[in-house]
């Protein structure tokens, strides 16, 4: 009776985890310079997708630029900078030598602060048809930092991701 207890537990077990993996499927496309990561537990599907830019000398992580849709449906973007920035300057962002937006901080973990903003009209136009961009931001002594990233694959990228729902 004990055996056939433990076999019943062992049994419940490993449904239980087969049945956990089953249930959420990641998915990752990439489009030249940007990716899309899908995440789908059940009927739930998050997508979003992102460059990270690296430290040409260290391979150190220096930018990572999220885009996702809001619950509302917005289309959000989530800079994440290393910590030690001033949080009071903002994320500043042009495109192509175009006019700087400045983004505000909205948090900072114990990795990374995170500016964010919603992209739409004209902005997301220029994010679509533009080459490239510049992130800069503030360390905590003032020195400004800029960040050059890729617009290459945007467009594609973000048709996929509005695809996504």
Same mark, same amino acid.
């Given at each position: 009776?004990?055996?056939?207890?433990?076999?019943?537990? +062992?049994?419940?077990?490993?449904?239980?985890?087969?049945?956990?993996?089953?249930?959420?499927?990641?998915?990752?496309?990439? =489009?030249?310079?940007? %990716?899309?990561?899908?995440?789908?537990?059940?009927?739930?599907?998050?997508?979003?997708?992102? $460059?990270?830019?690296?430290?040409?000398?260290?391979?150190?992580? +220096?930018?990572? +630029?999220?885009?996702?849709?809001?619950?509302?449906?917005?289309? +959000?973007?989530? %800079?994440?900078?290393?910590?030690? %920035?001033?949080?009071?300057?903002?994320?500043?962002?042009?495109?192509?030598?175009?006019?700087?937006?400045?983004?505000?901080?909205?948090?900072?973990?114990?990795?990374?602060?995170?500016?964010?903003?919603?992209?739409?009209?004209?902005?997301?136009?220029?994010?679509? $048809?533009?080459?490239?961009?510049?992130?800069?931001?503030?360390?905590?002594?003032?020195?400004?930092?800029?960040?050059?990233?890729?617009?290459?694959?945007?467009?594609?990228?973000?048709? =996929?991701?509005?695809? $996504?729902?």
């Amino acid at each position: 009776m004990r055996r056939l207890r433990r076999l019943a537990v +062992v049994a419940a077990m490993l449904a239980s985890i087969s049945s956990a993996a089953a249930q959420e499927t990641k998915t990752e496309k990439r =489009f030249d310079d940007w %990716v899309v990561n899908c995440a789908e537990t059940g009927e739930a599907k998050n997508c979003a997708m992102s $460059q990270t830019l690296r430290d040409a000398k260290t391979k150190q992580v +220096v930018l990572t +630029v999220f885009v996702a849709r809001s619950k509302d449906g917005k289309n +959000v973007v989530t %800079v994440r900078t290393p910590v030690g %920035v001033l949080l009071t300057a903002g994320l500043g962002l042009a495109i192509e030598g175009g006019p700087e937006t400045t983004a505000q901080y909205r948090f900072c973990g114990p990795r990374a602060c995170h500016a964010q903003f919603e992209v739409e009209g004209p902005v997301l136009d220029a994010f679509r $048809q533009q080459a490239t961009f510049t992130a800069t931001f503030s360390r905590l002594d003032g020195q400004r930092l800029s960040v050059a990233g890729s617009l290459k694959g945007f467009s594609g990228a973000f048709d =996929f991701l509005a695809a $996504q729902g």
